[in-house]
């Protein structure tokens, strides 16, 4: 079986395991304690008010239909016969339905907000990468010696500092003592400024704008990314000493040095790349670890992201809002698994995806 078809029957498996995700949120979201309608009109709203409300909403239905109709409405394609809900206006294929305490579609909420969690989370990985794999090599290359010892102190009090804290510490050093740094929200690089317009694309002012506005984007990044990124870059220089200790006790690696190859060598060409599945791993399931901790970062930054939006929608008890977000996160970390497993392949000859693998 070739990589092509292993990852068609990845995409296949991946419909089930979202059926479960869209079925769980369902009834776990209609379980919360309390009622929308109530958090909107008070706990004395007047009948036909409440009415209309429930109506409009669709949450005067059964349970069982408004379930349903919501699984036809996410899954389009294999059930687009089932009638969905009269107040749904499907605006981007998948319909959420529409978000009780915003009034709006929970797609429509849902595309505001994800580029700006997709860019916190990917800067995020990126300075946990960029520090991590080169700490965790020199560290496993000089092993119980003081640059090993610091690393692991520092993965240590990493994994086991809450991120909400790191992040309250560092506005108080760098926003509000130094004042380096801002301290909330975040600018979207793409997002130009008005005069950008005004620029001709190949004027000197455009380009000049377009680089003030990208330090502008940098510096608000900062923070949040650091705070974000801290226990994954942790997590990520124990996985990758491990690793790499592993390799640079197998026997090969022994031949290599009888043969009088350098360590420098051996560690660039023969032990780096095996080491790195560990990692990849560790990466990949640590989405959901991310997507966690980018609730508490984007509500101590104040980033109108995914995470407050998901973190609104259970303050409000809004159904759609908590099972839009939800789902979202869910095909995020199923696609990151797969990526994972298909990635195996092009960092290890190794792994094979043939016919006779377990």
């Known amino acids: 079986m070739g990589l092509l078809r292993y990852t068609v029957r990845r995409l296949l498996q991946a419909i089930p395991v979202m059926i479960g995700i869209v079925t769980i949120t369902f009834f776990l979201s209609n379980a919360v304690p309390g009622d929308p309608v109530d958090v909107m009109l008070g706990p004395s709203p007047a009948q036909r008010q409440e009415a209309a409300i429930r109506a409009k909403f669709g949450l005067d239905k059964p349970l069982w239909l408004r379930y349903i109709n919501y699984l036809g409405d996410v899954s389009p394609i294999w059930l687009s016969t089932v009638d969905s809900f009269p ?22 909420k849902i595309k505001e907000r994800l580029p700006v969690t997709l860019l916190l989370m990917g800067s995020a990985f990126t300075f946990a990468l960029v520090t991590a794999v080169p700490l965790g090599v020199i560290s496993a290359h000089r092993r119980n010696q003081p640059t090993d010892h610091v690393s692991r102190i520092v993965a240590l009090i990493g994994v086991s500092t809450p991120s909400f804290w790191i992040g309250l510490q560092l506005i108080i050093i760098f926003a509000f003592e130094l004042s380096l740094l801002p ?32 330090v502008t984007v940098v510096k608000h990044l900062i923070l949040p990314t650091i705070t974000l990124g801290t226990l994954q870059m942790a997590a990520i220089t124990r996985i990758e000493r491990s690793a790499m200790l592993e390799q640079l006790s197998q026997e090969y ?12 060598k051996i560690l660039r060409k023969h032990a780096f790349r095996p080491a790195q599945l560990p990692v990849i791993t560790i990466v990949g399931l640590n989405l959901t670890t991310a997507f966690g901790g980018a609730v508490l970062t984007e509500t101590v930054f104040e980033i109108n ?54």
């Open 183 to 214: 301290s909330n929200s975040l600018v979207m690089p793409w997002n130009l400024p008005p005069p950008a317009a005004e620029a001709g694309l190949l004027s000197v002012e455009f380009w000049g704008i377009v680089a003030a506005h990208q």
């Open 253 to 264: 690696v022994r031949l290599a040095r009888a043969y009088g190859v350098s360590d420098s």
């Open 305 to 358: 992201g995914m995470g407050r939006l998901i973190l609104q929608g259970v303050l409000t008890i809004d159904y759609p809002l908590i099972m839009g977000t939800t789902v979202v996160f869910g095909v995020m970390f199923v696609i990151g698994v797969i990526l994972t497993d298909i990635s195996y392949a092009y960092i290890d000859p190794r792994v094979s995806y043939g016919d006779q693998e377990a």
């Open 87 to 108: 107040y749904v206006a499907p605006e981007y294929g998948i319909d959420f339905g529409r978000s009780i305490n915003y009034g709006t579609p929970v797609s429509r």
